[in-house]
């Protein structure tokens, strides 16, 4: 089985800075194609912010580029994003996700999902 666990969100204010984690957990796990974060805001859909593949290829939404920064730590599969420069606009619930994760018994073809980490930027 595969969780994963994200950390760091909080409440900062417009201009501030904010860093997510989140690392994908199991037995066996040695690798995981991509992991990326995707955000919610009220009453919106759920939307990418950003994604990055194992070889180290990067995806950014239009509306992050220039300000946050995706990161990872393959032997840790783990997941960073950094967020600078922040907006009311960037408030939301940002989950983690990683697909194609290959363990020493098994490929996981699906994709799996955090709960969930609240950021909130105030004006």
């Known amino acids: 089985q595969v969780q994963l666990v994200e950390s760091g969100g909080g409440t900062v204010q417009a201009g501030g800075s904010l860093r997510l984690s989140c690392t994908a957990s199991?037995?066996?796990?040695?690798?995981?194609?991509?992991m990326g974060w995707y955000r919610q805001a009220p009453g919106k859909q759920r939307e990418l912010v950003a994604t990055?593949?194992?070889?180290?290829?990067?995806t950014y939404a239009d509306a992050v580029k220039g300000r946050f920064t995706i990161s990872r730590d393959n032997a840790k599969n783990t997941v960073y994003l950094q967020m600078n420069s922040l907006t009311p606009d960037d408030t939301g619930v940002y989950y983690c996700?990683?697909?194609?994760?290959?363990?020493?018994?098994?490929?996981?073809?699906?994709?799996?999902w955090g709960e969930g980490t609240l950021v909130t930027v105030s004006s």
């Open positions: 996700n990683a697909g194609g994760i290959w363990t020493t018994t098994m490929f996981y073809r699906q994709d799996y």
């Open positions: 199991g037995s066996g796990i040695f690798s995981v194609n991509n």
């Open positions: 990055m593949g194992s070889g180290g290829t990067r």
